[in-house]
């Protein structure tokens, strides 16, 4: 039941769904708790991302009230994440200089571009595209990116400098080469911020501890002066409120940001319609996906008109909201406001913060996204998952998240025509099967029934598949044929489709069968399939069949009245 619901009495609501008087405080002690929990993160994924800290600032404030008002999940955050902050960087790095003035226009232009994708989606209905992003390519896609991040908060939380912007093997080789100049107290602060970030969440779990150890890290290095030991800081932040802006580039360059703003969407979309319609199922209540997807374009277009960068959503903190006992949008209308009175009052607090702190919080962050939990698993269940999912992970990490994203689409690709290709195929046994039994399936070599072979095809019949249909036929025939077969029928109840090539496919086994003297049927004949093999004249000459057991039965019976002495019925009686 919805939380809407109490006793059988509505409860007044307010403005957002989900709100009402009741949960009013609730929600408002849910959203302090996102504000500490996103605060730290979005600092350290601007940083990832090749951005000054205040464009993960604000993007808590309008793209996020812009998500709140018009989205259709109650609790889905939305935000950028570590690996929407990955492919920020690796798709501009070549286009501009991380830090610099162009680079960030260029960042606004790219969330704009996503943000038109999302309309598009939203308008068309394509948000089924994101379901070519199995499971297991995500799986490999983002843990990928994670190793990448990974390697670059190392460096930090060592205080050795590394160039952010080159290959994974090239930073890689850089830090091994310079670990000698690694930085004692930048080690220290990185060892107790995850201390108490891993501790702290054993003890109490209600307990921002990321915002914590950053307190406790910025005091340490103010009070004890360990700027001047060499323990690199967050910096100078620009202060003020969010302006409304408009990215300004030629047409050449918005075109070169169209393959990674693609590459976001389609990501984004992946995971942030997966959530939604998860906690919607999970806590009673109606998600509009195409609305989600209007409010995820909304999201985007407000982040690159103020300041921000891609919005996407984030799994972790949803998940916080939901064992916070948030059901509304409230939290995120909170951060909005708290955030804007930091950028405006308080952005004096930030210059002190320790790199190695914000390295710390982020590699809490991403180790669970390597996925290497969900990689051994793949390998115990499904080889060939694992191995779309060590592509997808190798290609991300060593090729680049945009080959790698396209990478992904064409293993999903192949993966389902494989799956097509070679679908199950099985011969019906009626013999010996108790009265109004489901038929058992029998391998090929046995008969339905005396003189009668029944073939199940597990899939609609279409270009990849349709040699298959027929090889599985012959098969069938030839391997019943020392059985004296007379009867040839299609199980058609999960054939859903006949594409041309299909149906030439049916047509050319239709006669190879007639051919050899035997006949041809359907039975469980859809309705809208029965048209298609109208449209195809592939019903001429068949009988079609409205069950299996009808189709034996009246088989049967026809083969007794030829040839009384030469069938029996299926239960092993004489036919009458």
Same mark, same amino acid.
């Given at each position: 039941?919805?939380?809407? $619901? ?29 504000? !500490? ?28 009230? $812009? &998500? ?40 606004? *232009? ?10 598009? =989606? @939203? ?61 004692? &107290? ?22 921002? &501890? ?18 001047? !030991? ?10 003020? *409120? ?33 959530? #939604?319609? !998860? ?21 985007? $277009?407000?982040? +690159? ?6 919005? +996407? #959503? ?17 939290p995120a209308l909170v951060t909005?406001?708290?955030? /804007? /009175? ?52 190798? #290609? ?16 999903? /690709? ?7 290709a070679d679908p199950a195929v099985?011969? /019906? ?7 109004? *039994? ?10 339905? @029934? ?15 598949? !349709? ?23 299609? %199980? =058609?109840? @999960?054939?859903?489709?006949?594409d041309v090539t299909g149906a ?48 034996? @039965? ?5 083969? *007794?009245?030829? %040839? ?13």
């Open positions: 039941m919805s939380d809407d $619901v109490m006793s059988g009495q509505p409860r007044p609501r307010l403005i957002l769904p989900g709100l009402t008087v009741h949960n009013l405080s609730r929600e408002l002690l849910a959203g302090v708790t996102l504000l !500490a929990i996103a605060l730290p993160v979005n600092i350290g994924y601007a940083q990832i991302a090749g951005l000054p800290a205040t464009a993960g600032l604000y993007a808590l404030i309008v793209p996020a009230v $812009v &998500w709140a008002l018009f989205a259709s999940s109650r609790q889905l955050v939305a935000s950028p994440d570590a690996a929407a902050s990955a492919l920020v960087a690796s798709s501009l790095g070549g286009l501009a200089v991380a830090g610099g003035k162009d680079y960030a226009t260029l960042a606004l *232009a790219q969330a704009i571009i996503g943000g038109v994708m999302f309309f598009a =989606c @939203a308008v068309f209905r394509l948000g089924f595209l994101a379901n070519f992003l199995s499971k297991p390519i995500l799986t490999g896609f983002v843990g990928g990116l994670a190793l990448d991040i990974l390697l670059d908060q190392v460096a930090k939380m060592l205080g050795v400098k590394i160039a952010s912007g080159e290959d994974f093997l090239v930073k890689l080789g850089q830090l091994i080469t310079r670990l000698p100049t690694l930085n004692g &107290w930048s080690v220290l602060i990185s060892a107790g911020s995850i201390a108490i970030i891993l501790v702290g969440r054993r003890l109490l779990g209600r307990v921002p &501890w990321a915002l914590v150890a950053l307190g406790l890290a910025t005091l340490a290095t103010t009070a004890f002066g360990l700027e001047a !030991a060499g323990v690199a800081v967050l910096g100078r932040v620009q202060a003020g *409120a969010p302006r409304l802006t408009w990215p300004v580039l030629d047409w050449g360059t918005w075109a070169a940001l169209i393959p990674s703003a693609a590459a976001l969407t389609i990501v984004a979309m992946g995971e942030g319609l997966l959530v #939604s319609r !998860a906690y919607g199922a999970k806590r009673g209540y109606r998600v509009n996906l195409n609305r989600d997807l209007f409010a995820f374009g909304a999201a985007n $277009v407000a982040a +690159g008109a103020s300041g921000a960068f891609t919005m +996407g #959503s984030s799994t972790s903190r949803t998940a916080a909201m939901d064992q916070a006992g948030s059901r509304t949008q409230v909005a406001a708290a955030t /804007l /009175l930091l950028v405006v009052f308080g952005t004096g607090v930030l210059e002190h913060i320790p790199s190695p702190a914000i390295g710390a919080i982020i590699t809490v962050a991403v180790v669970p996204l390597l996925g290497f939990r969900e990689m051994a698993a793949l390998w115990r269940v499904r080889k060939f998952e694992f191995a779309v999912a060590a592509v997808c992970f190798l #290609s991300s990490l060593l090729i680049g998240p945009i080959q790698g994203i396209l990478i992904a689409f064409v293993l999903a /690709l192949v993966n389902l025509a494989k799956r097509a099985d011969v /019906l046994n009626a013999q010996g099967a108790a009265p109004g *039994a489901i038929l058992p399936v029998q391998s090929n070599g046995f008969v339905s @029934a005396p003189g009668i072979v029944v073939i199940r095809f597990a899939a609609q019949v279409f270009f990849a598949n !349709a040699s298959a249909f027929k090889d599985a036929v012959q098969t069938a025939v030839l391997a019943a044929a020392p059985t004296e077969l007379r009867h040839v029928v299609i %199980d =058609c109840e @999960a054939i859903t489709d006949i030439e496919s049916v047509a050319a086994t239709k006669q190879w069968v007639r051919d050899r003297g035997l006949t041809f049927g359907y039975c469980r004949v859809r309705p809208d399939l029965a048209r298609i093999l109208a449209d195809f004249a592939l019903d001429a000459g068949t009988t079609t069949y409205g069950t299996t057991r009808d189709a034996i @039965a009246r088989l049967t019976a026809l083969d *007794a009245a030829v %040839d009384p002495d030469a069938n029996t019925a299926p239960d092993g009686t004489a036919q009458a």
